[in-house]
C-alpha cells in the first residue's frame, strides 16, 4: 500500500501561497482574526467543482456571518479560473496555481489529466479544511474523487456547535 500523508487534525495547516484573482497573493496558514474555510478544488474542468462552489456561494453570508473567511484555490492558470470567475460570478476569494508540491503538502489526492478531459496538467481532488484562528485544522475532509464532499448546510452546522461548545479537536488518536 502507497502512504498518503494526512493532515494532522489540531496542528497549523502547511502555509501555502498562491496567486490570487484580482491582484495580489492568498495566503493560507498562520493566525488570523477569525476562522477560515478552505476549499481546494479540482478545477475549470469539473462541473461538480462548479455545484459545490455554486452552492457555497448561496451560502457565503451565513458562512460569513458564523465569523468564517472563505479562500478556495485549484491549480488552473490565471486564465481558467478566471473564465470561471466570469462565468458563475463567484464573489469569494479564489486562487490559482496550486503546484503538485503544494498539493503534497496538503495531504490532497492528486490526478493525472486524462486523454479525453479538458485538465490540462495535473490537478488536486477536493480537500475541505476548516481553519481555527490560530491557523489549526479542526476539520479536514480530503477526497480522491469529486464526487465525495461534505454537505456545506451539515458542516456550517457542525461548525457552529464546535464553535460555541468549544469542542476539542476531533481525530486526534495516531496508532
Not at 106 to 122: F, H, M, Q, S, V
Request: include cysteine; proline fraction near 6%; hydrophobic fraction near 45%.
Amino acid at each position: 500500500m502507497n502512504a498518503h500523508a494526512k493532515p494532522t487534525v489540531g496542528a497549523p495547516i502547511p502555509a501555502i501561497s498562491v496567486p490570487q484573482l484580482g491582484g495580489g497573493t492568498m495566503n493560507i496558514g498562520g493566525a488570523t482574526e477569525g476562522w477560515t474555510l478552505f476549499i481546494v478544488y479540482r478545477g475549470r474542468h469539473c462541473g461538480r467543482c462548479k455545484n459545490y462552489l455554486n452552492g457555497l456561494e448561496a451560502m457565503k453570508s451565513e458562512w460569513e456571518e458564523a465569523g468564517f473567511t472563505i479562500k478556495v484555490v485549484s491549480a488552473d492558470t490565471e486564465e481558467r479560473a478566471a473564465a470561471d470567475i466570469a462565468e458563475y460570478k463567484w464573489s469569494m476569494d479564489v486562487g490559482y496555481g496550486l503546484t503538485v508540491d503544494q498539493m503534497v503538502e496538503l495531504g490532497l489526492y492528486i490526478t493525472e489529466p486524462a486523454n479525453n478531459g479538458d485538465a490540462i496538467a495535473r490537478f488536486a481532488e477536493p480537500g475541505i479544511f476548516c481553519l481555527d484562528p490560530a491557523g489549526n485544522i479542526v476539520v479536514a475532509a480530503i477526497s480522491n474523487a469529486p464526487s465525495a464532499r461534505p454537505d456545506l448546510v451539515q458542516l456550517l452546522d457542525g461548525m457552529k456547535f464546535t464553535i460555541a461548545n468549544n469542542l476539542p479537536f476531533r481525530g486526534t488518536v495516531v496508532v
